[in-house]
């Protein structure tokens, strides 16, 4: 803003603390902090950005008298050279002895009484406690405190939430307005704030106060229009960079420098091209070459008239070889290289080491590797031996009707290739004997192992049922709490075990089937009765003096019968979430199958799952006997295939399904029908060396996203990030077709079908017809449907 003429009447009113850095605020106009300059009009001065309004910062006890015009000219001039807060304070209270506003304040003043009274601004000091620095901002009455916070937080640079205002040592609510606390427009207030975490957002201005030359709001005095003035309040801004003069002038009464308007505001903004623009100066480099010898004057002082220098201390100098130029850059260009040589010599070193170590320990994990590989297989073996020479399960009896079949298999085949005749037909008849006294001494060996596992089965059913309730407590105590259920089945179940015992006297005896009878006449059935008639009547036998060894069929007959009226609900009631077979008969309604095999009426338990989530034709008992008596598979090979694919899975992803939906039957399937029982790499045969992995690793594994290889070939098959980059196209195009098989087998499973992947239509013209080929695998048969393989 400039003005040439008549000098403009201004009063610049000081703060009370100088301290605070302020911004603009609604209603205010904005002026920057000049630049501190003593010279000639051009030179760096005040810039000041003055804006309209009708709100003032000020209140009505502090403004000047506006009658002196003389007072008026020198104030500018006097706060310019004095450049202290004395002058200022003086201003301020002789301010304060004004008592009446002349007749054109009041003129001035009658349009803001007419403005909206919520829009009128207030000066709010705002003390930050505990530092006691001032801030002061010009701020709309109508405004809540919340505002005020946000914007104070704005200028700190802290969270608004940690900011806590309070008048008079008052705490005030975030809603409330300037106005509602009974702030005038026009009028001042203060405030205290402080933060509530002090430690981590401090309360301190960005600007420390002796930086401060300037007033934070100054009042200005303008003429509108002629005989009319108009009161508009300024707020400093204090830009980081100094702005460029543009030119202005200087009052010739007050020596006041005005600078033109185009200083007061912002440059106007280039609009946006959206393409990044670069000068051509800016990218090139000007070199320019230029030898300068800058004089050296010396001077020397020897004997001559009227002087004497004495030569005592003089010393004879040699001169040595010049060295050129050249030769000065060329032995330190050999220097250098020999550094260079020293330095290249030891990181090559450095490098040879960390080769070696890397050696040593990839060395080192391979033959880890191995020898984990192998003690596996030494594992399996030895496992393998155990349950030959003491089986106790059902698969470890398959296994040995497994190796039988082998023998005798092995055997026929020999005596075939190398008898003729009557000797054949004898070592034959040899071979069958002793195959039937084998499977004789299997037989028996399996009836005393089911009987020790029945016994076995039994006293744990009773633990089961005689056992506490656990729990956990919240601070990971194990509570045990016991119920009348639970104390009536640790009754019958001592009563069972002191029942069985063979080694006790006659009185013990008599003594435990006295209890037996007191507890069976609780109950009047038919099993109690003939409990109680088998008790007195082993009672009467060993009054008659018979020996224990022809009781022994009695005192089973009585262990059986106490055994089942421990498993009835109704005398044990802790027994009947333990039975296989439900009480209630309306359970029973949909979990009955019919086994085509022994024509028996079932439980979905008594048959063997498949992945197709459908129960197989024959009961556990019926494909137990029929493997013993024709197939005589083992399935251990691929249950430990199996289970060492679920590991690799759960260790790659957490969220793995379709190894945790194939049995074992698939897995056999899986492994002889679709890879032939052979790694894909090395044809390797051996069961126990083979393992399943992912063909891309990076989807999930499935019957149509996997390779079999032996255990060492797993490792570095899971390193290859694209399987086209390192496997031949003859190769892939060999596993591919196996997926397709494997897909085509598990895409009849109902369960099997959703995880399959979208496949694209084979191209016309290269598609392959097979023919339906029928598959027997034991007791199942698979017709495979004509279909076509891309």
Sequence with gaps: ???????????????????????????????????????????????????????????????????????????????????????????????????????????????????????????????????????????????????????????????????????????????????????????????????????????????????????????????????????????????????????????????????????????????????????????????????????????????????????????????????TADEHHGRRLRAVIRLQAFARRWLARQEVERLRRERGRRLAWLELQERRRKEEKEEQLRDRRQRWRNPQRREDFNLLYHALEKWRHEEEQRINSSLRGAERKAALCSLLEQETQLIASIGRHRIAVHSSNYDKAVRTLLDKSAAPHRWRAADGRLIEMDSQHTLRARELRDLYNSLNQSSVSQDQRVQVLMALKHIAKEHACRLTRDIVDLIDREVDLMTRGVKAASLEGLRKRISTLFLQYIKTPAFNPEVARLLKVPQNPSQLKNDMFLCRGCHRYLQSADFSPTSSARLSGRCRDCTGLDNVARSRDDFSCYENILRRLRAGELQLSEDARIPFLLQVEDMRYLVEEIWASRSALNAGSDLYNLAFVRWDRQRDWSPWNCILLSKEETSAHMEVEDVHKVYEATFIDGIKHKHTLAQRHFSQISVMAEYLDAQPAAAPGNQLVSKPIAMVTGEHATDATPSSAH
């Design 1 to 323: 803003m400039s003005e040439r003429g008549e000098p403009e009447e201004q009063e610049v009113r000081e703060g009370e603390e100088e301290s605070a850095e302020t911004s603009p605020q609604p209603g205010g106009g904005t002026a920057e902090q000049p630049p501190e300059d003593d010279g000639e009009p051009g030179s760096d001065g005040e810039e000041v950005e003055v804006e309209s309004s009708t709100a003032g910062v000020l209140d009505a006890e502090e403004e000047t008298d506006l009658s002196d015009d003389a007072e008026h000219l020198e104030e500018p001039q006097r706060t310019e050279d004095d450049g202290n807060s004395a002058g200022a304070l003086e201003t301020a209270e002789e301010a304060e002895t004004q008592a009446d506003l002349p007749d054109e304040a009041e003129q001035l003043r009658e349009p803001q009484r007419k403005e909206n009274v919520g829009n009128s601004t207030a000066t709010v000091k705002v003390v930050l406690v505990p530092e006691g620095h001032v801030m002061t901002v010009a701020f709309a009455i109508g405004l809540s405190i919340e505002e005020l916070k946000r914007h104070l937080a704005a200028e700190l640079r802290v969270p608004a939430e940690v900011l806590q205002i309070s008048v008079d040592g008052r705490a005030v609510e975030e809603q409330q307005s300037l106005m509602e606390l009974g702030v005038r427009p026009h009028g001042s207030t203060r405030m205290e704030m402080s933060s509530a975490d002090p430690t981590t957002h401090p309360l301190r201005p960005l600007r420390p106060p002796e930086h401060d030359s300037m007033p934070d709001v100054i009042t200005v005095r303008i003429q509108t229009d002629e005989g009319v003035f108009q009161e508009v309040v300024v707020e400093i801004e204090r830009p980081r960079q100094r702005k460029a003069f543009l030119g202005g002038y200087r009052h010739r009464l007050t020596g006041t420098e005005y600078h033109h308007a185009a200083v007061q505001t912002l440059p106007k903004r280039r609009p946006d091209r959206a393409a990044v623009v670069f000068s051509r100066d800016t990218q090139t480099v000007e070199l320019k070459s230029q030898t300068q010898q800058c004089p050296v004057d010396a001077s020397t002082q020897m004997t001559g008239v009227g002087c004497y220098v004495s030569c005592l201390n003089d010393r004879l100098v040699a001169p040595g070889n010049y060295t």
